[in-house]
């Protein structure tokens, strides 16, 4: 089992960044994709972001392409997302999840972390 906890949510005006880290312990996630969803009040939650095992494949959702960044450092056990220019849409709480593979490809997960706010204003 692998345990996440997220941190570097908070409160940026539009067009502002912010950059989300994801710290992993118990299990090693080095061979494992990784990946970041967001949950919006009354929303789905949906995939952001995901990362392969070794950071050379990565996927973004439409609407954070060319904003987000996802990258990941296996020795450190993190993984981080990097959003710019942030839209008030963006609001939502952001989680970090372990991947059931190595690969992004229908990336689904089992491992959750409990979450961080991130809220833009307009």
């Known amino acids: 089992q692998v345990q996440l906890v997220e941190s570097g949510g908070g409160l940026v005006q539009a067009g502002g960044s912010l950059s989300l880290s994801c710290a992993a312990s118990g299990r090693t996630i080095s061979f494992i994709a990784m990946g970041w969803f967001r949950q919006a009040p009354g929303n789905e939650r949906e995939l952001v972001a995901a990362?392969?095992?070794?950071?050379?494949?990565?996927y973004y959702a439409d609407s954070v392409k060319g904003r987000f960044t996802i990258s990941r450092d296996n020795a450190k056990k993190m993984v981080y997302l990097q959003m710019n220019s942030l839209k008030p849409e963006d609001t939502a709480v952001y989680y970090c999840?372990?991947?059931?593979?190595?690969?992004?490809?229908?990336?689904?997960?089992?491992?959750w972390g409990r979450g961080t706010q991130v809220t833009v204003s307009s």
């Open positions: 999840a372990a991947g059931r593979q190595a690969t992004i490809q229908n990336f689904a997960s089992d491992s």
């Open positions: 990362i392969s095992w070794s950071g050379g494949t990565s």
